[in-house]
């Protein structure tokens, strides 16, 4: 297996622009998670779905973000309008279950200028 | 709200050597607790997960405990070597939260 895929690999962007994330899950997995990391805060789960679902979105910033699982083997994560302080870099990860072992992909880093 | 800490920050040490990475958290009822290795610019690699009924895992040079009761779990790696070296992190699940830690960043010296 490919293992989770996402693209773009990098995005810069101005202020103000409509920015879309994209994660293809592992095949089987029933589970996808969204995470930012930055320096000052870390690691931090922004939204997950289970079975397409979204379950918990506590972590979603601002109502400028927003994410969609629209079948099992895709999903997105977009800001609308972005800003600088969303500059940080995007994991999706996915398991089989919401509990289970978490495969991250490799990152979007996104900059906002 | 759980909150999950991480000592050190930073670790360095010669190769060959023997260490222990250090985890707590406030909130004893979790359901599993994972350690994750992410190398610089890249995502995070899973490398063991304990179940809250269990003591410890251990795959090849790791082995993790897990005391529930007083909130706190080690990541012990043997024989260390140069690519031990990344920033280690662990997670900790309640109910359908997760929530990591800032992680240790390891260097291990040839």
């Known amino acids: 297996d490919a293992g989770v895929i996402q693209s773009p690999r990098h995005e810069v962007t101005e202020m103000g622009q409509e920015v879309t994330l994209r994660c293809k899950p592992i095949s089987g997995h029933n589970s996808l998670f969204w995470y930012r990391q930055t320096m000052m805060r870390g690691l931090e789960l922004l939204i997950y779905f289970n079975n397409n679902v979204p379950i918990d979105d506590s972590g979603m910033p601002e109502d400028r973000f927003s994410a969609k699982m629209p079948n099992a083997s895709f999903s997105t994560l977009k800001i609308q309008p972005s800003e600088p302080r969303d500059s940080a870099v995007y994991f999706c990860?996915?398991?089989?279950?919401?509990?289970?072992?978490?495969?991250f992909g490799p990152g979007t880093r996104l900059l906002v200028l | 709200k759980q909150e999950v800490t991480q000592i050190p920050a930073a670790l360095s040490v010669p190769e060959g050597e023997n260490l222990v990475l250090n985890c707590s958290f406030t909130d004893s009822a979790i359901y599993n607790l994972q350690w994750f290795r992410q190398d610089p610019g890249k995502g995070l690699t899973s490398l063991l997960l304990?179940?809250?009924?269990?003591r410890e895992q251990t795959s090849g040079r790791l082995n993790a405990s897990l005391d529930k009761s007083s909130g706190r779990s080690t990541l012990y790696i043997a024989a260390s070597q140069p690519g031990d070296s990344a920033t280690y992190l662990c997670?900790?699940?309640?109910?359908?939260?997760?929530?990591f830690g800032a992680g240790t960043r390891l260097t291990v010296k040839p």
């Open positions: 304990i179940q809250s009924s269990q």
């Open positions: 990860a996915s398991s089989t279950e919401v509990r289970e072992t978490q495969y």
């Open positions: 997670a900790v699940i309640n109910n359908n939260d997760m929530r």
